[in-house]
């Protein structure tokens, strides 16, 4: 038999008593509703800010012209460097994006 001497196997119990109660508050932790509904959130964020952002470089690309800083004082008309750009093609294909996402996430939660 290997190591019989009861203090050695008090120690190693309470050892692993230790190492169990730590992974037990780790699952705990990560598990709790506030901290999955913060990393959710997170995750949302940092998706929609990116989403953001590429579609407005789509966009200025479908269109051709490039965002410039708007400035105080400065009248809508111009704010386009030379003439509007015809924002509705870009503007209905971003809405029929939208809504067949839309269509699929209830139809997907419907399912299940």
């Known amino acids: 038999m290997t190591d019989t001497d009861p203090a050695e196997l008090e ?12 992974t037990v508050d780790a699952i705990a932790d990560r598990v709790s509703p506030k901290k999955v509904a913060r990393r959710t959130v997170g995750k949302a964020e940092t998706s929609a800010k990116q ?18 800083p708007v400035r105080l004082g400065d009248e809508p008309d111009d704010l386009w460097a ?14 029929a994006v939208l809504a067949v996402t839309a269509v699929v996430m209830l139809w997907r939660r419907r399912r299940r």
């Open 11 to 22: 120690r190693r119990i309470e050892q692993t008593r230790a190492e169990l109660a730590q």
């Open 51 to 68: 989403f953001l952002v590429s579609v407005g470089d789509r966009v200025s690309d479908a269109v051709g012209i490039t965002p410039r």
């Open 82 to 95: 030379e003439e509007q750009p015809n924002l509705a093609p870009v503007l209905i294909g971003v809405g």
